[in-house]
C-alpha cells in the first residue's frame, strides 16, 4: 500500500469515534503514514475542545488521545520558509500548507477532511 499524508482532521475522526472516521480509516489503508511534527499537537487541540465540550468524556477521549502515540505516523519536521511561502501561494494557514508541502514533497496522496486543504492538494495536483 503506498504512503499517505494524514493531517489531524482525519486522524481525529479516527481516534475520537466522529461519523467520517470510518471512512477516514479506509483511506489510510495499512501502508506507511507521514504527518508533520505539528500533528500531535493540533490532535491535542481537537481533544481539548472535546474535553471541555464534554468534561464527563475526559477519561475516554484522553485515552484516545493516547492512541496516537502507539500509532505509526512518521512524523517529519516541514522547513517554516516553504510552508509560509506555499501558504501565502495556496491561501492556506502554514499549519494546513506543512501537510501540502509534505505530501507533494513525498508525493503522497493527502487524506483530509479539510474541504481547502484537500481543494488546495487537488489543484496542486494538476
Known amino acids: 500500500m503506498p504512503a499517505r499524508v494524514v493531517d489531524a482532521s482525519a486522524l481525529a475522526a479516527v481516534l475520537f469515534g466522529e461519523p467520517e472516521g470510518e471512512r477516514v480509516a479506509k483511506a489510510l489503508g495499512r501502508g506507511p503514514l507521514f504527518a508533520p511534527t505539528l500533528l500531535r499537537y493540533e490532535v ?8 471541555r465540550r464534554h468534561p464527563d468524556q475526559r477519561a475516554e477521549l484522553l485515552a484516545a488521545l493516547d492512541l496516537l502515540g502507539r500509532m505509526e505516523v512518521q512524523e517529519v519536521e516541514v522547513p517554516p520558509l516553504e510552508s509560509t511561502e506555499l501558504a501565502e501561494r495556496a491561501n492556506l494557514t502554514v ?5 501540502l508541502w509534505l505530501a507533494r514533497s513525498i508525493g503522497a496522496p493527502l487524506v483530509t477532511l479539510d474541504e481547502r486543504l ?3 492538494f487537488r489543484a496542486a495536483e494538476a
Open 44 to 51: 491535542g487541540s481537537v481533544c481539548l475542545k472535546k474535553v
Open 95 to 99: 499549519c494546513d500548507a506543512a501537510y
Open 118 to 120: 484537500e481543494a488546495a
